[in-house]
């Protein structure tokens, strides 16, 4: 087997050695104010305040609310830059997609009751993404709550199903300590937490020090169960890698390109997280899921045994694709996830290791070196094979991507090879739900972490665009992309204003082809082609982006596009690349979604 030297870029690794659970980076020093370790008499809207500074941020996204103000007045003071938004859905997006690329908490917060509402398909985006938001919600004061008064709500029950954490201020005197630990919370368990403030919280005096942030040492997991692992692995003669998600959260991809290397093993990536290995390697096959990539089901089909690093193991991400289904049924499997709850959950496995996906991959590269695993003495035939899966899918895309001569308009898989040509290196792009959007998993290739953030299993129109921006807050040295399909544009097109407003150049690529192609396919396949709510009327976008302040670029053909997403990169502006594309449908998400209808109404009888 060729192989050849292959390092993640230093600027996006972490340069610590050990694995750290840690809400913020390490900050902490002798500059620091004497609240941290001395009790200081503050207001709670300071300790509110401090507790956030003391975690590292400096950055929330909302809308201004009279609820909070009393905190807000001094977020400047405090270093803290707060981004006023368009609509309160978009702050937890951005919250989401500044977690996402920062490995860090995002904070969010908005008014009291509507404001809060809005909140909630945000909060279940980002719950099953894995983010660890902290969203403040404050709530009706707490002398007049249950009157029915202006702005109230019961907010707890809300969001109690998509928040791994729920605090509920009490006391003024407890605001540092419910705002900690929500952050704590928010990395230790991966995901959205709340932080409830009745209005009236914001006020009154406290006698306190400012909880420091906790340092959560992780482990590779049980020696038992690394010792199984290790077994299967040795013995294995065709072993293949799934790198999902929790190895980008865990910064360890490097450590999971080592073990594939001392292995010789091939790697796929798990649905929407094509981060998560990278892809100028040799052992890199591509992901898996909706669109996936042909060459990483074949080779995953015939493993024996599969090692599951940093993944729940989703059931969407493996369904049958290209009408194949690959996932290998004899297989011995062995999953590794931080959420024991998570382990055997979707899948039967046989080794659970309940531990950090990076040091799992370093302790089980270190057991598998000190021995002769099986899978090296066919090495260089599984390579062969690898080779000739990657090349054979990578023609079959080749001639999937061409817009026939006789064609007026551009084919979306024209469109999406184009923009894969002229996407930069270090370029972050957010993909929306739909039918484009969703193939673009086929053409979507990343060299370094902490670069796609998809709209995860949620699966909420809207989600890509804010969630680019947030990232582009997150790492503004970075081009950050967003894919959305017309439809979706229209519930997220008005943040543009936000991005002009704050100086925010987010690029979103908006595919119109007058449809909402996902549900369009539907009604092909199962309606007889009766067209109710698909079919849509736009205005040009890019003009529409222009007369917000922003940039816009509209395109027709494949030549174009190319040089219209670099021209709008290299303005260092937000803008629109509005890409017109025709109506040609991809395979629906999934075909058992949906029956033939019956029709029992002498009235209906003709809608079958």
Same mark, same amino acid.
């Given at each position: 087997?060729?192989?050849?030297?292959?390092?993640?870029?230093?600027?996006?690794?972490?340069?610590?050695?050990?694995?750290?659970?840690?809400?913020?980076?390490?900050?902490? +020093?002798?500059?620091?104010?004497?609240?941290?370790?001395? $009790?200081?008499?503050?207001?709670?809207?300071?300790?509110?305040?401090?507790?956030?500074?003391?975690?590292?941020?400096?950055?929330?996204?909302?809308?201004?609310?009279? =609820?909070?103000?009393?905190?807000?007045?001094?977020? $400047?003071?405090?270093?803290?830059?707060?981004?006023?938004?368009?609509?309160?859905?978009?702050?937890?997006?951005?919250? +989401?997609?500044?977690?996402?690329?920062?490995?860090?908490?995002?904070?969010?917060?908005?008014?009291?009751?509507?404001?809060?509402?809005?909140?909630?398909?945000?909060?279940?985006?980002?719950?099953? =993404?894995?983010?660890?938001?902290?969203?403040?919600?404050?709530?009706?004061?707490?002398?007049?709550?249950?009157?029915?008064?202006?702005?109230?709500?019961?907010?707890?029950?809300?969001?109690?199903? *998509?928040?791994?954490?729920?605090?509920?201020?009490?006391?003024?005197?407890?605001?540092?300590?419910?705002?900690?630990?929500?952050?704590?919370?928010?990395?230790?368990?991966?995901?959205?937490?709340?932080?409830?403030?009745?209005?009236?919280?914001?006020?009154?005096?406290?006698?306190?020090? *400012?909880?420091?942030?906790?340092? *959560?040492?992780?482990?590779?997991?049980?020696?038992?169960?690394?010792?199984?692992?290790?077994?299967?692995?040795?013995?294995?003669?065709?072993?293949?890698?799934?790198?999902?998600?929790?190895?980008?959260?865990?910064?360890?991809?490097?450590?999971?390109?080592?073990?594939?290397?001392?292995?010789?093993?091939?790697?796929?990536?798990?649905?929407?997280?094509?981060?998560?290995?990278?892809? +100028?390697?040799?052992?890199?096959?591509?992901?898996?899921?909706?669109?996936?990539?042909?060459?990483?089901?074949?080779?995953?089909?015939?493993?024996?045994?599969?090692?599951?690093?940093?993944?729940?193991?989703?059931?969407?991400?493996?369904?049958?694709?290209?009408?194949?289904?690959?996932?290998?049924?004899?297989?011995?499997?062995?999953?590794?996830?931080?959420?024991?709850?998570?382990?055997?959950?979707?899948?039967? *496995?046989?080794?659970?290791?309940?531990?950090?996906?990076?040091?799992?991959?370093?302790?089980?590269?270190?057991?598998?070196?000190?021995?002769?695993? @099986?899978?090296?003495?066919?090495?260089?035939?599984?390579?062969?094979?690898?080779?000739?899966?990657?090349?054979?899918?990578?023609?079959?895309?080749?001639?999937?991507?061409?817009?026939?001569?006789?064609?007026?308009?551009?084919?979306?898989?024209?469109?999406?090879?184009?923009?894969?040509?002229?996407?930069?290196?270090?370029?972050?792009?957010?993909?929306?739900?739909?039918?484009?959007?969703?193939?673009?998993?086929?053409?979507?290739?990343?060299?370094?972490?902490?670069?796609?953030?998809?709209?995860?299993?949620?699966?909420?129109?809207?989600?890509?665009?804010?969630?680019?921006?947030?990232?582009?807050?997150?790492?503004?040295?970075?081009?950050?992309?967003?894919?959305?399909?017309?439809?979706?544009?229209?519930?997220?097109?008005?943040?543009?204003?936000?991005?002009?407003?704050?100086?925010?150049?987010?690029?979103?690529?908006?595919?119109?082809?007058?449809?909402?192609? @996902?549900?369009?396919?539907?009604?092909?396949?199962?309606?007889? +082609?009766?067209?109710?709510?698909?079919?849509?009327?736009?205005?040009?976008?890019?003009?529409?982006?222009?007369?917000?302040?922003?940039?816009?670029?509209?395109?027709?053909?494949?030549?174009?596009?190319?040089?219209?997403?670099?021209?709008?990169?290299?303005?260092?502006?937000?803008?629109?690349?509005?890409?017109?594309?025709?109506?040609?449908?991809?395979?629906?998400?999934?075909?058992?979604?949906?029956?033939?209808?019956?029709?029992?109404?002498?009235?209906?009888?003709?809608?079958?």
């Amino acid at each position: 087997m060729n192989r050849r030297i292959w390092c993640l870029s230093t600027a996006l690794r972490s340069p610590r050695s050990e694995r750290w659970l840690s809400t913020t980076p390490a900050c902490l +020093d002798a500059a620091d104010p004497a609240w941290r370790t001395t $009790p200081t008499t503050m207001t709670s809207s300071e300790a509110f305040t401090e507790t956030l500074a003391a975690n590292g941020v400096n950055n929330i996204f909302g809308i201004v609310g009279s =609820a909070f103000m009393d905190a807000l007045d001094i977020f $400047p003071a405090a270093g803290i830059r707060f981004i006023s938004v368009q609509h309160e859905q978009n702050a937890v997006h951005m919250a +989401d997609g500044f977690s996402r690329v920062t490995n860090q908490p995002g904070v969010c917060v908005a008014q009291n009751g509507p404001g809060i509402t809005n909140f909630v398909t945000g909060v279940a985006a980002a719950y099953w =993404a894995h983010s660890p938001v902290v969203v403040v919600t404050p709530e009706t004061g707490s002398l007049t709550n249950g009157l029915g008064g202006f702005q109230e709500t019961n907010q707890l029950p809300i969001f109690s199903d *998509i928040t791994k954490y729920q605090a509920h201020v009490t006391s003024p005197k407890r605001m540092a300590e419910f705002t900690n630990r929500c952050f704590h919370y928010a990395m230790l368990e991966r995901g959205p937490v709340q932080l409830n403030i009745p209005r009236d919280m914001f006020y009154g005096d406290l006698n306190t020090t *400012i909880p420091s942030p906790l340092n *959560i040492e992780r482990s590779a997991g049980g020696p038992t169960a690394i010792a199984e692992a290790t077994e299967l692995l040795m013995s294995a003669e065709n072993p293949v890698i799934v790198s999902g998600g929790g190895v980008v959260m865990a910064e360890g991809v490097a450590e999971v390109v080592a073990l594939a290397e001392s292995l010789k093993v091939p790697v796929c990536s798990t649905y929407l997280h094509n981060d998560s290995f990278p892809c +100028d390697h040799p052992l890199w096959m591509g992901p898996l899921g909706y669109q996936g990539s042909k060459a990483a089901m074949n080779t995953i089909s015939k493993a024996d045994v599969v090692l599951a690093l940093g993944t729940r193991l989703g059931p969407f991400g493996a369904l049958p694709q290209y009408g194949f289904d690959y996932w290998p049924k004899s297989a011995k499997i062995i999953q590794v996830d931080m959420n024991a709850r998570k382990l055997g959950l979707t899948k039967n *496995i046989d080794v659970g290791i309940l531990g950090d996906a990076r040091l799992t991959a370093q302790a089980l590269t270190s057991s598998v070196s000190a021995g002769q695993p @099986a899978c090296l003495g066919n090495a260089e035939e599984r390579f062969g094979q690898m080779k000739a899966e990657k090349e054979k899918w990578e023609a079959e895309l080749d001639s999937l991507s061409v817009t026939p001569e006789a064609n007026t308009e551009m084919e979306p898989r024209h469109a999406l090879r184009e923009l894969e040509k002229a996407m930069p290196e270090n370029a972050m792009v957010s993909t929306d739900i739909g039918n484009i959007c969703s193939v673009s998993n086929s053409y979507l290739r990343f060299k370094n972490p902490k670069s796609f953030f998809a709209a995860m299993s949620f699966g909420n129109c809207g989600y890509a665009f804010p969630a680019a921006m947030g990232a582009k807050v997150g790492a503004p040295d970075r081009p950050s992309i967003a894919y959305v399909g017309d439809g979706a544009w229209g519930m997220s097109l008005n943040e543009m204003m936000t991005c002009v407003r704050e100086n925010i150049p987010t690029i979103a690529v908006v595919f119109n082809n007058g449809q909402w192609g @996902a549900e369009k396919k539907n009604q092909v396949d199962f309606y007889s +082609d009766r067209f109710v709510g698909t079919n849509i009327v736009n205005p040009s976008f890019a003009e529409v982006s222009r007369v917000m302040g922003a940039e816009g670029i509209k395109v027709s053909k494949p030549s174009e596009v190319g040089p219209a997403l670099k021209s709008l990169i290299a303005s260092g502006k937000p803008g629109v690349l509005e890409i017109m594309v025709s109506k040609t449908l991809a395979d629906p998400f999934r075909r058992d979604a949906l029956s033939k209808p019956v029709r029992h109404l002498q009235k209906y009888q003709t809608f079958v």
